[in-house]
């Protein structure tokens, strides 16, 4: 979150100071940010969660098919109507819970991986 708040006040500074100072220092100051932004530290770090980015993306939809595909496979299980209905409700309770782990772990990875990219 610091981060975060330190990005705005800076873009903020930055904006008013250019502002104050006229077009030829905000194009200082639009060329010193890019040249930041080219370092290869910054660039490192924005490929790192860049990846974890489609990483995390990825993995919540293969979580939903699979939890997709134990709900069929519990809904026709040998038994009457409601036993098949007990049993892929149970196991649809069971993939919400999945699905939500995932998406809750996603997160965190790509959070975890923004705060180590802001310091």
């Given at each position: 979150m610091?981060g975060?708040?330190?990005?705005?006040?800076?873009?903020?500074?930055?904006?008013?100071l250019?502002?104050?100072?006229?077009?030829?220092?905000?194009e200082?100051?639009k060329?010193k940010a890019?040249d930041?932004?080219?370092l290869?530290p910054?660039?490192?770090?924005?490929g790192?969660?860049?990846?974890?980015?489609?990483?995390a993306?990825?993995s919540?939809p293969?979580?939903?098919?699979d939890?997709?595909?134990?709900?069929?496979?519990?809904?026709?299980?040998?038994?009457?109507?409601g036993?098949k209905?007990?049993?892929a409700?149970?196991?649809?309770e069971?993939?919400?819970s999945?699905?939500?782990?995932?998406?809750?772990?996603?997160a965190?990875?790509?959070?975890?991986?923004s705060?180590?990219?802001?310091s």
């Amino acid at each position: 979150m610091k981060g975060k708040i330190g990005i705005a006040v800076g873009l903020a500074a930055g904006y008013v100071l250019g502002a104050r100072a006229g077009r030829e220092r905000y194009e200082q100051i639009k060329a010193k940010a890019q040249d930041v932004w080219e370092l290869e530290p910054v660039q490192k770090q924005v490929g790192k969660v860049t990846e974890l980015g489609k990483s995390a993306a990825l993995s919540v939809p293969s979580v939903v098919w699979d939890s997709a595909k134990k709900v069929a496979q519990a809904a026709g299980k040998k038994g009457s109507a409601g036993e098949k209905l007990d049993a892929a409700v149970a196991e649809g309770e069971n993939a919400v819970s999945d699905v939500r782990k995932a998406a809750e772990r996603d997160a965190r990875k790509v959070a975890d991986a923004s705060a180590a990219a802001d310091s």
